[in-house]
C-alpha cells in the first residue's frame, strides 16, 4: 500500500497518535526546557507511527546511501537510522554514530554487539564541537536533532567540513517534535554555511530536505 493510501486508512489512529505524542512532547519540553532528548523516552523514536512515516529504509533511500559509503548519523539517539545504515553500507562502508548523550550511545553499542556489526564507530560528542575528520563522509544525516542543538550554525558548518565535496547532507524533521524546524529556517541554515537545497520529499507529518556540499 502506498504511503498516502497508508496515512488516508490510518486517519484516526494517526490523529491519535498525533495527540499523544504532542502530549507527552510538551510535557518533556516543560520539564526538561534545555535538555536533549533523554535515553529512557528512546520509545518515542523506536515505534510504529515512527518507522512509517520516517522508518530508516525510507530515509536511506532518500539521501541515495549505497554500498561502500561512510556515513555519518549526527545525534543517532538509540541507533534507530545507525544500524540499518551499516547494514546498507556493507564491509566496505562505515558508519560513525555521533551523539552528545553517553546512554544513547550505550543503546548503540548493545545493538551492535547484539547483532555482531563490526563497521560502525561511536562518537561522544556535541555537534558543533569539531570533533568529527573533515572531508571523509558521503552522506550526513540529522533525524529529528536539529531543534535540540544549541548552536545550529556550528553543527551544519561542521557537517559541512565533514562532507566530501558532492556529498549530502540529508535532514528529516517529524512532526509533533517538540523542536520541529521548518523548512524556510534549514533553508536558511544551509545556505549561511554553503550547502545548496538539493529538494524536499514528504511533507506531512515527516519530510526529508537534502542539502549538498557544492563539488
Ligand atoms: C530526538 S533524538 C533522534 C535520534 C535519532 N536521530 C532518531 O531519529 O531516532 C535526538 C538525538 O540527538 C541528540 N543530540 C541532541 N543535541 C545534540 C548535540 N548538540 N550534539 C549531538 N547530539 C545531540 C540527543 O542526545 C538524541 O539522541
Redesign the pocket.
Known amino acids: 500500500m502506498s504511503q498516502e493510501n497508508w496515512l488516508y486508512k490510518n486517519r484516526l489512529k494517526l490523529a491519535l497518535a498525533t495527540l499523544t505524542l504532542t502530549g507527552i512532547g510538551l510535557l518533556i519540553r516543560r520539564w526538561y526546557p534545555r535538555m536533549?532528548?533523554?535515553?529512557s523516552?528512546?520509545f518515542?523514536?523506536?515505534n510504529p507511527f515512527?518507522n512509517r512515516v520516517?522508518g530508516a529504509q525510507l530515509?536511506l533511500d532518500r539521501a541515495g546511501v549505497v554500498p561502500g559509503m561512510k556515513v555519518l548519523?549526527?545525534?543517532?539517539?538509540?541507533?534507530?537510522?545507525?544500524l540499518p545504515a551499516a547494514q546498507r553500507v556493507g564491509g566496505n562502508g562505515e558508519v560513525i554514530a555521533?551523539?552528545?548523550?553517553p546512554?544513547?550511545l550505550q543503546r548503540v553499542q548493545e545493538k551492535l554487539a547484539a547483532q555482531k556489526v563490526t563497521n560502525v564507530r561511536l562518537l561522544q560528542?556535541?555537534?558543533?564541537?569539531g570533533k568529527t575528520e573533515p572531508e571523509v563522509f558521503d552522506r550526513a544525516?540529522?533525524?529529528?536533532?536539529l531543534g535540540?542543538?544549541?548552536?545550529k550554525t556550528a553543527?551544519l558548518r561542521e557537517i559541512h567540513n565533514a562532507l566530501k565535496p558532492g556529498g549530502i547532507l540529508s535532514i528529516?524533521e517529524?512532526f509533533p517534535?517538540p523542536?520541529i524546524q521548518t523548512p524556510g529556517a534549514i533553508r536558511r541554515l544551509a545556505q549561511e554555511v554553503g550547502f545548496e537545497v538539493n529538494g524536499k520529499m514528504g511533507s506531512f507529518p515527516a519530510f526529508t530536505m537534502n542539502l549538498v556540499k557544492p563539488a
Open positions: 536533549p532528548c533523554p535515553s523516552l528512546s518515542l523514536l523506536e515512527m520516517a530515509l548519523d549526527v545525534g543517532c539517539g538509540p541507533g534507530r537510522i545507525t555521533l551523539d552528545i548523550q546512554a544513547m560528542a556535541g555537534a558543533g564541537e544525516f540529522l533525524v529529528t536533532v535540540e542543538i544549541p548552536d553543527a528529516t517529524v517534535d523542536d
